[in-house]
């Protein structure tokens, strides 16, 4: 079975540029997460989607941070403009529904400078 | 508010000896408990979870951990350690009604020495 795939693995980009990142869950995995971890940090829930619906945005910041899940599979999570708080890790993950263990992919690390 | 809690930093013990990671939580109704583990350039793995009935769970790697009610506590055990089980562990906590917010720990980092 595939894992969650994310790309890209790398990004380095000035502050106030945009960028995006995607990803694909496991096969029949209702549930996608984005999340976001800081070094020495835990990770920290930014957009939670149930197919391609959200449940759970409050830990996103609106004004710079937008996610879409297409067709209820692939997602893809934006941020435009970036600052050099948004310097972190972002995690997707899947799982089969809410109450379900997460999956997790390798993570894309972006450098804001 | 749902919170979770990993008192220590950083765990150290000898191998071949028991270890324990500890975890609180607080949430409002019934909790959904996880444990995760990331290995150094690895993406965060499943442990093991708690949904409901026995208190104490097993997991992969020879992992359990204990539900305590009472104490609101979620504590990662091994009874035996080996250097391969150095990595990050992360605690999470859902409500079990209501919500779906998945919490996260801030993690403890935990190595065995040779």
């Known amino acids: 079975e595939a894992g969650v795939a994310q790309s890209p693995r790398y990004k380095i980009i000035e502050k106030r540029q945009s960028v995006a990142f995607w990803c694909n869950p496991i096969s029949g995995h209702a549930t996608l997460y984005w999340y976001q971890q800081i070094l020495g940090q835990g990770p920290k829930l930014l957009i939670q989607f149930q197919n391609n619906g959200v449940v759970d945005d409050s830990q996103l910041p609106k004004d710079r941070f937008s996610a879409e899940r297409l067709k209820g599979v692939d997602s893809t999570l934006k941020i435009q403009p970036a600052k050099l708080e948004d310097s972190a890790v972002y995690l997707c993950a899947s799982s089969l529904a809410t109450v379900n263990e997460q999956y997790f992919g390798p993570g894309t690390r972006l450098t804001v400078t | 508010a749902q919170s979770v809690a990993q008192p220590e930093d950083q765990v150290n013990v000898a191998e071949g000896n028991p270890l324990t990671v500890k975890c609180t939580y607080s949430?409002?109704?019934?909790?959904?408990l996880f444990w995760y583990v990331q290995y150094p350039n690895r993406g965060l793995q499943f442990l093991l979870k708690y949904i409901t009935g026995d208190n104490l769970v097993k997991g992969s790697y020879g992992f359990e951990a204990e539900f305590n009610k009472s104490q609101t506590s979620f504590h990662l055990k091994k009874p035996s350690a080996l250097v391969s089980d150095s990595a990050l562990y992360f605690c999470?906590?859902?409500?079990?009604?209501?919500?779906?917010?998945?919490?996260f720990g801030a993690g403890t980092r935990l190595f065995v020495k040779a």
């Open positions: 949430v409002s109704g019934n909790p959904y």
């Open positions: 999470a906590v859902r409500e079990g009604t209501g919500g779906f917010k998945t919490i």
